[in-house]
């Protein structure tokens, strides 16, 4: 690649801001659907847990679909900038429908309502999540100058992701008391506030993504040819490498994932108690920068000593020791929500750097692919990224609603327990189980992934430079 064809700074910058936008909204659907249903509006979790799965299902089928057709469209445009301004302006506007379900509305009805705009939300977040990640190898070599734009990407996304996480719990009953008055209930306040902050993060959406197509131009010289649904899941059965990456970024978001999903429950019902707004939202403010700092500096700085794989390791290890002291925290009777800063830094910087390196060993696997079986598949391969981490958040999510309808966690029990004792409202039993959930069950997976990746993966620095020049040779 020559000098000419690189991206320019402002190029970066806006890629980068493109990224902060599509995970605002990811992280909002991701973390937030199960409560906003559940929780606020009385859907049962079992039917929730369904709903979620179900939706990874047909993703399932939906996204190879999508890489293809990115695979096959040629325009004056581009073959990205299109569908990556389609597929978010369309996500956008049912990303606000979603969290605005119709306050008459009950019964099977809202469980339908849910499942339709939940499975809409996944259709058209593909639409643009493919071509932007599909970005990544087409606009780079590989190497430093691949794994330094993956890093941006990834940087940025996880500010996107730490936005939501901070700010999200606060702005709700801010926005949920200016529009909807004084002496509501509690349920109405959240009901309300999540319908007009949707609005503000799908216009920042828009906004973020239109700059991103203005200034990032499509310059790659890779002849990405079509593939028909068969041959790509042939190739991607052939590309070894590509489906080890992609288990262990199921298994490790699954297992992040479902902490995700019940930290607020924690907070709420278990932690927190009247004041666990504050709480949380101090929890998260610390873990969304430690996760931001991880990607941005705490990675850059371990990578000058490591190599990618054993950083992966180290992220892993971290991440394990994070949750097991998560444990111990718990468990006691402590109340302090600055010692929970300690689980935290380990779990959220672990996240921010593995976030980082599976990206750059997914894009690496598309050299290798190259290769191995004689073609470039990057929409084929990125298209599986997409659908592997929402697989993962359908799968924790389902696992997080099973354990809230065991555990029979919801609004109500906290409007009970306000009116005798908070911190007693819940049982003992139903405290421990949520905290076994949210912590030995990830560190099941995170194990499992540690071993399933030493065996698998193989591409290790020197293999990958082993392959571009075997790849230049040939070309």
């Known amino acids: ?65 999508m890489g293809a057709i990115v695979g096959k469209t040629k325009t004056k445009w581009g073959k990205f900038r299109p569908w990556l301004l389609i597929g978010t302006i369309t996500n956008a506007i049912v990303l606000y429908l979603m969290f605005s379900a119709p306050p008459t509305m009950s019964g099977s009805g809202l469980v339908t309502y849910a499942a339709v705009t939940y499975i809409l939300w996944g259709v058209t977040y593909t639409m643009m999540d493919i071509p932007y990640w599909s970005m990544i190898p087409a606009f780079t070599e590989g190497g430093k100058e691949r794994e330094g ?25 801010a926005l ?50 079509s593939a028909s649904i068969g041959e790509m899941f042939r190739a991607l059965i052939q590309n070894d490498q590509a489906m080890a990456v992609v288990v262990a970024i199921v298994i490790v978001n699954c297992s992040i994932y479902i902490t995700s999903n019940l930290v607020i429950y924690f907070f709420k019902y278990d932690f927190g108690g009247t004041t666990w707004r504050d709480g949380y939202t101090l929890f ?11 990607m941005m500096i705490l990675y850059p700085f371990l990578r000058k000593f490591f190599t990618s794989i054993k950083i992966y390791f180290i992220s892993m290890g971290m991440a394990i020791a994070g949750y097991i002291s998560l444990l111990i925290l718990a468990s006691t009777s402590m109340t302090n929500v600055f010692l929970l800063f300690i689980p935290g830094f380990f779990i959220f910087s672990a996240n921010g750097m593995l976030s980082v390196i599976t990206t750059v060993f997914l894009a690496n696997t598309v050299d290798y692919g190259e290769l191995k079986n004689n073609r470039r598949d990057e929409s084929v391969i990125f298209s599986m990224q997409t659908f592997v981490v929402k697989l993962a958040s359908g799968v924790s999510a389902f696992i997080a609603a099973i354990a809230l309808q065991i555990l029979n966690l919801s609004n ?44 698998k993966y193989i591409l290790t620095d020197e293999k990958i430079e082993e392959i571009s020049k075997e790849i230049a040779a040939r070309n």
């Open 412 to 455: 109500d029990t906290a409007e009970t327990a306000t009116e005798i004792d908070y911190s007693q409202g819940v049982e003992a039993v139903q405290k421990m189980g949520l905290r076994m959930t949210m912590t030995i069950i990830p560190i099941i997976g995170l194990v499992f992934a540690i071993f399933w990746f030493k065996k």
């Open 284 to 294: 998260s403010t610390f873990g969304g920068g430690m996760q931001i700092l991880a």
């Open 1 to 65: 690649m020559n000098e000419k064809s690189k991206l320019t700074g402002a190029a970066k910058v806006s890629y980068g801001l493109g990224a902060v936008g599509k995970d605002m909204v990811y992280m909002l659907s991701a973390s937030w659907v199960l409560y906003y249903f559940q929780d606020i509006l009385g859907v049962s979790a079992a039917a929730m847990g369904v709903i979620l799965m179900v939706a990874r299902v047909f993703d399932a089928f939906n996204d190879p679909i």
């Open 149 to 173: 734009l993956t890093t941006l990407a990834r940087s940025c996304a996880g500010v996107g992701s730490a936005i939501i996480t901070i700010i999200t719990v606060k702005s709700v009953a």
């Open 176 to 225: 949920g008391h200016m529009f909807g008055g004084q002496g509501i209930a509690d349920r109405e306040v959240e009901r309300i506030g999540f319908s007009y902050f949707t609005i503000i993060i799908a216009v920042l959406f828009v906004v973020f993504t239109v700059i991103c197509c203005i200034n990032v131009k499509e310059k790659s010289t890779v002849d990405m040819k």
